[in-house]
């Protein structure tokens, strides 16, 4: 084992290092929440300021895309400028652009204002993990990034509960407004808790790779979130796509030569880091893109509101919160390993029970899995960050929390695009054999109600067809909503093999790697941040 000296900064006291966790958790808690709040607000929004159906989709899609394409860059101008400094730039900047958002008189402004305020989140999250590595001592990261975890839960669960709750009692401007005192409490602790710190050892801004690599992620985003509105190979997908992949590529050959990189590919010698950054994208992969149908499985097929469905997932967000930090607590005794393979084994167990679900299934055949796939997520993502940012020089925590947040967000944008395929796959082959079998007019008309088959829009689908054929309403909605839960369990039994599958690579990836060093102050909560293992 080499390491690589920590930067030599003061010591923050004990009282300092718990404050700064706070403000990071009240700032990050900020972003989660905005990520579920919107989507609640969508159906009010649509009838205010009468968008498309691709001028909705954009609203979400402006914020996902810029943020995942800058999140590597937001990290490295924090190592480059000062984490400190670059994070309150993205506090400001997401703060500013929620009241932009809440004042829009158009779609066309709310698009504009939503990718605006995804430039602040892409600062903000991969700096508050780095402003934690530079705070925390070793032995205590595990348990911080435990509950930073947690409280990224906890956002993710109130967004449907409080959106709905604004949107209903106030209106959907509030759902943005809400950032506001947020924002100013955690500029508040930002400028007086948080200190300062960089990578003293980067002297410049790596331009070109700069321009390439965001440019590669804003191609490779764009054309996997094309995908819900373009086929797979359809210009508008294997464009974006290929010159996004392309375009990483050669930043990847421009890094390996250039003296100053953006990415140092040095990280990638560490299997430590390497399998934790595989296990981050397998795991957006598998979940996001399993839970992107089971959400559309509890509104569009049990019947129940956003705010229902909110309420419903609490088991799964509530095991995240409370689970997160005790695995932090766990991972400097039995080793990141050990929690990412228990977690992902659980998770996949999980996705697995889903997979039985019916269109009449009680809510008793949900929240168990629900709680489990929590506890699973609780032990393998805080496992997951604790194992990369430990396995790198902390003086590059900004650049390492970009990758290991772009590669999450990459496997959750494939995930989605993929098992969303899988589904409609699935979901028009029966539909073609149900209506094929049926015959009359629900046959010829098969085609055009097939649309609202993918989105599971059952509800709609019935009212259209009580207008065109009497009598046929129940038969053909039964037959839709029959139809789509085969792309269901397709998706989420894909799913639960991809989350198995990290099992395995957890197993590959950590043999015969060392635990990380606990040296430099094991025993005290005052001692600097350790020397990292390169291992």
Known sequence: MTGAAAPTTPAPSTRR??????????????????????????????????????????????????????????????????????FIVGLVLFTVFSVACALSQTAEQLIIFRALQGTGAALMNPLSLSILVATFPRPKLPQAIGIWAGVSGLGLALGPLLGGFLTEHVGWGAVFWINVPIGVIALGFVLFVVSESKDSTVKSLDVVGTILVTLGLFGLIYALIGTSTHQWLSANTL??????????????????????????????????????????TLVGFGLYGSLF????????IRGYSAVEAGLRTLPL????????????KLNAKVGPAILMGTGLALSSIAMIGLRFLEVDS???????????LGVGIALTLPAASAAAMGAIDPRKAGVGSGVLNASRQVGGALGIAVLGSVATALTDKAWTEKTDAMGGQIAANADKLRPLVQGAQIQMLGELVSQKVSGAADIVMAMAASAWMDGFHASVLAGAIVLGGGVVVVIIGFRGVPRPSMRHGADSSDSAPPVVAEL
């Not at 974006?240 to 390996?256: A, H, K, M, N, R």
Request: hydrophobic share 60%.
């Open 17 to 86: 290092m718990w404050l700064t966790l706070f403000a990071m958790c009240f700032a990050l808690f900020m972003i989660m929440l905005d990520n579920t709040v919107v989507n609640v607000a969508l159906p009010t929004i649509q009838q205010d300021l009468d968008p498309s159906q691709s001028g909705l989709q954009w609203i979400i899609n402006a914020y996902i895309l810029v943020f995942a394409a800058l999140i590597l860059l937001g990290g490295k101008l924090g190592d480059r400028f000062g984490r400190k400094r670059m």
């Open 239 to 280: 464009v974006p796509l290929i010159v996004g992949i392309v375009l990483i590529i050669v930043f990847i050959i421009w890094e390996s030569k250039h003296k100053e990189p953006m990415v140092p590919l040095g990280f990638f010698k560490s299997r430590g880091f390497t399998t934790s950054i595989i296990v981050a």
């Open 293 to 300: 149908v089971v959400t559309l499985y509890m509104q569009n």
């Open 317 to 328: 967000t509530m095991a995240v919160m409370f689970v997160a930090p005790i695995a932090g």
């Open 362 to 372: 009680s809510y008793n055949l949900i929240w168990p899995f629900y709680l489990m």
